[in-house]
């Protein structure tokens, strides 16, 4: 069983940076691909950026395309996800999500294990 856990989550304003990690325990963190989703009241959560069990494939929305950067340190345990230009529309509970596929894959059910989440608030 894997734990996932977020931090870094808070509130800029628009056109600021933030930085969510996640940390894994329980499990062999590079046999993994992560993931990160985000959701707002009323709607579903929605797939951010992904990441390849060795880090060398990368998948983002459009969304924050050009934006946010997914990256991990395997030795660290840690997934990273580096939020530059920020809008009032990334606004959202950002989860981290792990997946026993390999690639860096975009959808929910493909994840196994999630986090608590951690909230974003950009303010205009």
């Known amino acids: 069983q894997v734990q996932l856990v977020e931090y870094g989550g808070g509130s800029v304003q628009a056109g600021g940076s933030l930085r969510l990690s996640c940390t894994a325990s329980g499990g062999t963190f590079s046999r993994y691909s992560m993931g990160w989703f985000r959701q707002t009241p009323g709607k579903e959560r929605e797939f951010a950026a992904a990441?390849?069990?060795?880090?060398?494939?990368?998948n983002y929305a459009d969304s924050v395309k050009g934006r946010f950067t997914i990256s991990r340190d395997n030795a660290k345990n840690t997934v990273y996800l580096q939020m530059n230009s920020l809008k009032p529309e990334d606004t959202a509970v950002y989860y981290c999500?792990?997946?026993?596929?390999?690639?860096?894959?975009?959808?929910?059910?493909?994840?196994?294990?999630w986090g608590q989440g951690t909230q974003v608030t950009v303010a205009s």
């Open positions: 999500a792990a997946s026993r596929t390999p690639a860096a894959v975009t959808t929910r059910l493909q994840y196994n294990y």
């Open positions: 990441i390849s069990l060795l880090g060398g494939s990368t």
